[in-house]
């Protein structure tokens, strides 16, 4: 079944002004134009405009949704799968945070004492569902179910201190990179220093590490233009100088 700009709109809950802006831009290119010149989709379009959407709702950029939609290997299924847990992730988060606003209500006014841990909970919470949100499908194709869980639990189970280790531990990942950047190096004793407190920043958030894990974790920095886009804000090719770093120190 085909369907016109406007009906295609409608059935979607978008302007047809956006549904203009995604074909500019590559994003969602209508199936034919018809002879009057008005766009025409069919039920290809409509399932990537349901993958495009739902991206949208967890807040990825259309930059990215089109880099993650035309990749070689972007399996519609598994990405749905992602799309429930990332959702149900945002679920948990939005109940946590509840909780948590409750639970200092009450402690307030006295009712029950709240742990410095505790009052926290729904902010880490949160911490878990954008990370779903944003690469949950990616890591769990890599790494299995399993893994993500053990690593959600130990990111909820963080205490303030660790917490506060591993944002140190990622700004100093950043400060030796670039300096190893400079250096052009990625055998170097700078840049294998910031592959090891890179290590140690993992190890806080990884239930256990491997390098193989630390690898295919590399990898995807080159290979994801999320990631990409993070670390060579750094310096240009960061993110390559990185993985060539890594598996460097992976070898040894």
Known sequence: MEYSIQK????AGVSTRTLRHYDDLGLLVPARVSSNGYRIYGRRELDRLQQILFYRELGVSLEEIKAILDAPDFDPERALASHLAALEAKRESLDALIRNVESTIRAKRGEITMSDQEKFTGFKAKLVADNEAKYGGE?????GEEMVARSNAKLMGLSEAQYMEAEELS????????????????????????????????SVYWPAYSKQAHKGLAQMYVDDPRFA???????????????DAIFIYCAE
């Open 229 to 243: 886009e993070y670390y060579d804000k750094l310096g240009e090719g960061c993110s390559q100088f990185l993985r």
């Open 171 to 202: 700004r100093l990942v950043n400060e030796r990179l670039q300096a190893a950047l400079a250096e052009g190096d990625p055998a170097g004793a700078t840049a294998q220093e910031a592959c090891d407190l890179h290590r140690r920043w993992l």
């Open 139 to 143: 890591v769990r194709a890599k790494y």
């Open 8 to 11: 295609t709109a409608a059935l």
